[in-house]
């Protein structure tokens, strides 16, 4: 993990940090995992640790942090996907969702749902692809 993103990890409270921390072993667990994602990169944006498939271009930036208004961890998808209307279609109680961005992570929540909704935003590009 490069400094910087560990600073930005290391700013939360120990709990979020713990949430954050499972949240992003999700994450690189699921790429790994998730045929024609390829390696990661980790890095900031919007001060936000963030998540991008710069080796393949297959998905969209996946981004992490503490959700403003709930103070629970979330994870962030670019607004101007389709994501968050096909993850609420797919998955109506299993997250909150915030606007068009953002899917709120509760401490007890559907892992299976979790890792699914994170392969979808890895292979944004390819479904997208595909669907053509």
Not at 15 to 29: G, H, K, N, V, Y
Not at 60 to 82: E, F, H, M, P
């Amino acid at each position: 993990m490069k400094q910087p993103v560990a600073t930005v990890l290391a700013s939360h409270s120990k709990e979020m940090q713990s949430q954050l921390q499972d949240l992003r072993r999700t994450i690189l667990a699921v790429a790994s995992e998730t045929d024609g994602v390829g390696t990661l990169e980790e890095t900031l944006k919007w001060g936000q640790v963030s998540y991008l498939t710069t080796e393949t271009g297959s998905g969209t930036t996946v981004r992490i942090d503490q959700d403003k208004k709930s103070g629970k961890a979330a994870l962030y998808v670019s607004c101007k996907s389709n994501l968050l209307e096909r993850y609420r279609a797919l998955y109506p109680d299993s997250f909150a969702y915030e606007g068009d961005r953002a899917v709120i992570i509760g401490e007890q929540h559907d892992e299976a749902a979790l890792r699914h909704v994170i392969a979808m935003a890895l292979t944004y590009h390819l479904d997208k692809k595909k669907a053509r």
